[in-house]
């Protein structure tokens, strides 16, 4: 499969239903995953996964701190700026 293909076949997949917050287990199994396939990679593929990852995380953590700052400002409005 090319690019594309892969892309199309991770956004078509069903999935288990998950609250948000539950992206680190989602990064723990990537990792496990990988721990599986290591023997298989290149230091240099190894690395571009584990930086992949990285990527992942911080986009991820990025966009919950984002969603938790709308939902404490719409519970300010909400209230009137009391909480």
Not at 50 to 67: H, M, Q, S, V
Request: hydrophobic residues 40%; contains cysteine.
């Amino acid at each position: 499969m090319d690019t594309q293909e892969l892309v199309a076949q991770m956004i078509v997949r069903t999935s288990p239903m998950r609250r948000f917050e539950d992206w680190p287990e989602v990064l723990a199994a990537y990792a496990a995953c990988l721990e599986t396939v290591q023997h298989k990679l290149t230091a240099q593929e190894m690395n571009d996964l584990i930086n992949l990852g990285a990527d992942f995380y911080r986009t991820l953590a990025r966009a919950e701190d984002y969603r938790r700052g709308a939902d404490l400002e719409a519970r300010s409005r909400a209230t009137g700026g009391l909480g």
